[in-house]
C-alpha cells in the first residue's frame, strides 16, 4: 500500500513551534484554533513567516504522541511518503527534524504545488491530512483520507474523511483502505 502524509499539523506540532517562536521574539499573537494556518493578522503574514523559517524552528518541531512510532511501523509494511506545504528551500530543516522517520520519500513543496504532487505523482492508496480544503480536495479525487481530529479546524471534515484521535487508531483504518 502506498501512504503519504501531511507533515505539519499531521506528524510534527508546527503550531505549537510558531507560538514558543512568537513568546521567544516578544511577537504579540492570539491563536485562534478554529481556524486552520496560524500565520494570519500580522501586519505582514511573509515577513514573520520568514522570521519562523529562518531560523532553528523548522528543526525542532515536536512530534505528535505516537506519531514517530506508528510511522515507522508502517513504513515497515507499505511505501511511505512525506510532503509538506514547506517551501523547496526549507528541506534541510525538514530533513533533519524527521530523521527519525523511515520513509521513502520527502518532498517540500510549496502550499501551490502540494495537491497536483500528491494526486498526479505520488498516487497514493491512503493520504493523511489535516488541512480542510486539502482532506476535500483528496476526497474528491479518489484518495482514501484519514485526519487528526484533535484539531478544532478539522471539525465537520468526517463527511469527506476517516478521522482518528491518536496515532494508535490509524493502523486499523489502513486495514480499510486496502
Given at each position: 500500500?502506498?501512504?503519504?502524509?501531511?507533515?505539519?499539523?499531521?506528524?510534527?506540532?508546527?503550531?505549537?513551534?510558531?507560538?514558543?517562536?512568537?513568546?521567544?521574539?516578544?511577537?504579540?499573537?492570539?491563536?485562534?484554533?478554529e481556524?486552520?494556518?496560524?500565520?494570519?493578522?500580522?501586519?505582514?503574514?511573509?515577513?514573520?513567516?520568514?522570521?519562523?523559517?529562518?531560523?532553528?524552528?523548522?528543526?525542532?518541531?515536536k512530534?505528535?504522541?505516537?506519531?514517530?512510532?506508528?510511522?515507522?511501523l508502517?513504513?515497515?509494511?507499505?511505501?511511505?511518503?512525506l510532503?509538506?506545504?514547506?517551501?523547496?528551500?526549507?528541506?534541510?530543516?525538514?530533513?533533519?527534524?524527521?530523521?527519525?522517520?523511515?520513509?521513502?520519500?520527502?518532498?517540500?513543496?510549496?502550499?501551490?504545488?502540494?495537491?497536483?504532487i500528491?494526486?498526479?505523482?505520488?498516487q497514493p492508496?491512503?493520504?493523511?491530512?489535516?488541512?480542510?480544503?486539502?482532506?476535500?480536495s483528496?476526497?474528491?479525487?479518489?484518495?482514501?483520507?484519514?485526519?487528526?481530529?484533535?484539531?478544532?479546524?478539522?471539525?465537520?471534515?468526517?463527511?469527506y474523511?476517516?478521522?482518528?484521535?491518536?496515532?494508535?487508531?490509524?493502523?486499523?483504518?489502513?486495514k480499510?483502505?486496502?
Amino acid at each position: 500500500m502506498k501512504i503519504c502524509s501531511d507533515v505539519d499539523g499531521v506528524i510534527l506540532d508546527y503550531i505549537l513551534g510558531f507560538i514558543e517562536f512568537t513568546q521567544k521574539e516578544k511577537i504579540p499573537y492570539s491563536h485562534n484554533p478554529e481556524l486552520w494556518g496560524v500565520i494570519r493578522n500580522f501586519p505582514d503574514n511573509f515577513e514573520v513567516r520568514n522570521r519562523f523559517h529562518a531560523g532553528d524552528s523548522l528543526r525542532n518541531l515536536k512530534y505528535f504522541d505516537g506519531s514517530l512510532e506508528i510511522l515507522n511501523l508502517l513504513a515497515s509494511r507499505h511505501e511511505l511518503h512525506l510532503v509538506t506545504a514547506l517551501e523547496p528551500e526549507q528541506t534541510q530543516k525538514r530533513v533533519e527534524n524527521l530523521e527519525s522517520v523511515n520513509y521513502k520519500t520527502l518532498q517540500c513543496v510549496g502550499h501551490l504545488r502540494k495537491e497536483q504532487i500528491i494526486v498526479k505523482e505520488i498516487q497514493p492508496d491512503v493520504m493523511i491530512e489535516d488541512s480542510p480544503e486539502l482532506i476535500e480536495s483528496f476526497c474528491n479525487a479518489g484518495l482514501y483520507v484519514i485526519y487528526p481530529d484533535w484539531h478544532p479546524y478539522t471539525k465537520g471534515m468526517d463527511r469527506y474523511a476517516t478521522p482518528f484521535s491518536h496515532w494508535q487508531e490509524v493502523p486499523d483504518l489502513l486495514k480499510k483502505a486496502s
